[in-house]
């Protein structure tokens, strides 16, 4: 039995609308072996998201964690108190948001934004942490680091600002990487740049992988193993393998045939 | 022939240095040619930046090309007043990347379908024949007659698609431009629109440049691709051809990249001068040389 890195037990999100309340993450398990990547796919509104945003605790204030527990490294989440959720946000699971552009603050330069996460979880000084941030730019197969340090983040096109954001997300080097559909505004060419950035980072960090998206072809040649869900639930997981070549459920039959 | 470009250019300038002393020229669009006939369905691929979208601005004459001229039905709308293309522009329509940026949210669904009726010179017609034709496109695109009423942002991506596409078939147009029609939506409404696309096209005989950086899109609408690359088209052929004889090596690139998920440097190499012009390598298949 392969350790697991983060177990997710029966988790329930809730949404309120008026006096009712919808579920919109329905009793979810899902659990993720270590230096696996594991790909949750789904058709928007699915529930996707929420789940990655529920593991590091940032859900929008109308969404409530109702019920369920998750589990990291032994110790559940759901328990932890805002300035201890602090110290794990971040240093050890990191994400890679959506839509680049919003994510990265648009005054400060993309330099300085790796950097902060540095300042914050380690205890390495200024000019450590100026080396560091330059070698995590090279890492992700961004050219001339030095001066990607001093741009904007308007400055960079989104398959540069991309590659900055998960600089940052790995910048602490930690275990787990929630990626919420990082490939989807991307144009092909780059987003296969993407895949192999990840695939490397896997391999090179020991890195877990959460994958969030709708696109099965990404899935299928990234992931070890697979999830999908529908409507806040997940109807089947298994091998990627297994899934693509028969799958059980009738959702994920229609979103193979779409794809 | 329904459209005809024939060497169109278009550069941007740009300012750069610290007052905007030096200009810099982009050419997004660099000596294109490209015929499309009645019927035809032609994708034009390409990654962000290589002038795809400004291309499609150029032929709706929603931008204005350096050079070069565009025939849409034997008549040059590069040239001569706006007004004067009101008939051109009703037989072309646009079909826009984003249904959330692209509908008005001041606008009632009605006033967004009747729009197109007030831009017409000379070409009035009665109230209830613009509803029996606002009818007919809702029914050509499955929705209900009862949304006239409703606003934008009380659709989802894929509704507002449709209606964003029944707008452009509304005044029943010869010419579909899809600019990424269906890149921001998630796989099972991408694959309804593309049916829906492919059957609106049988039903109204109607003629698409589809627009979109993914391959894989295209293969399923287009039967003719154009793949374009700095501003240049480099390869021109069937889609039966390019997916299994490509012969530039930018099309090897984006066929690795978006069907194996396999980043190959094969643009590294290309380079381009004026004197090259799409050349005929047998069966339609026209590259770059």
């Known amino acids: 039995m392969v350790p697991k890195i983060i177990k997710i037990q029966n988790l329930i999100v809730s949404v309120k609308q008026g006096e009712q309340s919808k579920n919109i993450v329905d009793k979810v398990s899902l659990s993720i072996a270590e230096n696996s990547i594991v790909g949750l796919v789904g058709g928007s509104g699915s529930g996707k998201t929420t789940i990655g945003l529920s593991i590091i605790r940032l859900l929008a204030a109308a969404l409530k964690i109702d019920g369920g527990e998750i589990l990291f490294e032994g110790y559940n989440l759901l328990t932890y108190s805002g300035s201890k959720m602090r110290e794990i946000r971040g240093k050890k699971i990191g994400m890679v948001f959506q839509e680049p552009l919003y994510a990265f603050n648009p005054v400060f330069r993309v330099g300085e934004q790796i950097n902060e996460v540095l300042r914050f979880h380690t205890r390495l000084d200024v000019n450590k942490r100026k080396a560091k941030v330059l070698e995590l730019i090279d890492m992700v197969g961004l050219p001339y680091p030095d001066k990607i340090y001093e741009n904007y983040p308007h400055q960079l096109s989104g398959g540069m600002r991309q590659r900055a954001m998960i600089a940052q997300a790995i910048a602490t080097e930690?275990?787990?990487?929630?990626?919420?559909?990082?490939?989807?505004?991307?144009?092909?060419?780059?987003?296969?740049?993407?895949?192999?950035?990840?695939?490397?980072?896997?391999?090179?960090?020991?890195?877990?992988?959460?994958?969030?998206?709708?696109?099965?072809?990404?899935?299928?040649?990234?992931?070890?193993?697979?999830?999908?869900?529908?409507?806040?639930?997940?109807?089947?997981?298994?091998?990627?393998?297994?899934?693509?070549?028969?799958?059980?459920?009738?959702?994920t039959e229609a979103l193979l045939s779409c794809s | 022939m329904l459209l005809e470009i024939k060497n169109i250019k278009k550069s941007f300038y740009q300012k750069t240095g610290v007052f905007g002393e030096n200009r810099s020229c982009v050419k997004a669009v660099d000596n294109v040619d490209l015929v499309i006939n009645q019927g035809e369905n032609i994708g034009l691929v390409g990654e962000s930046g290589c002038g795809k979208t400004t291309?499609?601005?150029?032929?709706?004459?929603?931008?204005?090309?350096?050079?070069?001229?565009?025939?849409?039905?034997?008549?040059?709308?590069?040239?001569?007043?706006?007004?004067?293309?009101?008939?051109?522009?009703?037989?072309?329509?646009?079909?826009?990347?984003?249904?959330?940026?692209?509908?008005?949210?001041?606008?009632?669904?009605?006033?967004?379908?009747?729009?197109?009726?007030?831009?017409?010179?000379?070409?009035?017609?009665?109230?209830?024949?613009?509803?029996?034709?606002?009818?007919?496109?809702?029914?050509?695109?499955?929705?209900?007659?009862?949304?006239?009423?409703?606003?934008?942002?009380?659709?989802?991506?894929g509704e507002r698609q449709r209606i964003a596409i029944a707008r452009s078939l509304v005044l029943n147009p010869k010419l579909l431009i899809l600019d990424e029609a269906v890149s921001s939506l998630d796989v099972i409404i991408q694959k309804q629109i593309v049916d829906l696309l492919a059957d609106l096209r049988k039903r109204y005989d109607l003629t698409y440049l589809f627009i979109s950086h993914n391959l894989k899109v295209v293969q399923k609408i287009c039967q003719k691709i154009a793949v374009m690359y700095k501003g240049k088209i480099v390869e021109l052929a069937s889609a039966d051809d390019i997916f299994k004889d490509p012969l530039h090596p930018y099309t090897k690139e984006l066929l690795a990249a978006s069907v194996e998920y396999r980043s190959v440097k094969g643009s590294a190499k290309i380079e381009f001068n004026d004197e090259m012009r799409l050349v005929d390598m047998g069966r339609n298949h026209f590259l770059l040389k």
């Open chain 1, 174 to 251: 930690p275990k787990l990487l929630i990626a919420d559909e990082p490939t989807s505004n991307l144009d092909v060419t780059v987003q296969a740049k993407i895949i192999e950035l990840f695939q490397d980072l896997n391999k090179k960090l020991n890195l877990s992988i959460l994958l969030i998206t709708h696109d099965l072809g990404v899935v299928s040649h990234l992931c070890d193993s697979i999830a999908v869900m529908t409507n806040g639930k997940i109807v089947e997981t298994g091998k990627t393998d297994e899934v693509m070549r028969s799958p059980k459920d009738k959702y």
């Open chain 2, 55 to 157: 291309l499609a601005r150029i032929v709706l004459r929603l931008l204005k090309s350096d050079s070069g001229s565009i025939l849409f039905n034997g008549v040059d709308i590069t040239k001569g007043s706006s007004a004067k293309l009101k008939h051109a522009r009703r037989n072309m329509q646009m079909v826009f990347q984003d249904p959330y940026s692209s509908l008005d949210p001041r606008f009632t669904i009605e006033n967004i379908m009747e729009e197109g009726f007030t831009l017409g010179k000379g070409e009035w017609c009665s109230k209830s024949t613009r509803r029996e034709r606002i009818f007919e496109t809702f029914a050509a695109v499955n929705l209900n007659r009862d949304i006239l009423e409703r606003y934008p942002h009380e659709f989802s991506g």
